[in-house]
């Protein structure tokens, strides 16, 4: 059995680890939405490359043998 005093402070370290719980999860949420960001700018700029890499093929008359894998953004779930 616990004496009111224990009851309150268990109470108060619940709601502690509560309120940082929370605060950790909108800093992952930040983070995640950060390399999201990155990930696209990435994408679009590896597409721009490969553009001018194909077009540069093009006028060469020649067939590219530049292999660019192609990686997608990932669809990061976040539980907020």
């Known amino acids: ?15 502690l ?8 999860d909108r800093e992952l949420a930040a983070e995640i939405a950060r ?8 994408q679009e700029a590896k597409k721009a490359v490969q553009l001018i890499y194909e077009g540069a093929c093009a006028r060469l008359g020649e067939k590219g043998d ?10 990061l779930e976040t539980h907020v």
């Open 35 to 42: 390399a999201k960001e990155k990930l696209r700018e990435l």
């Open 17 to 24: 680890a509560r309120e940082e719980s929370e605060q950790l």
């Open 66 to 75: 530049l292999k660019m894998p192609s990686f997608e953004v990932l669809e």
């Open 1 to 15: 059995m616990l004496t009111e005093k224990q009851k309150r402070r268990y109470e108060e370290v619940l709601i």
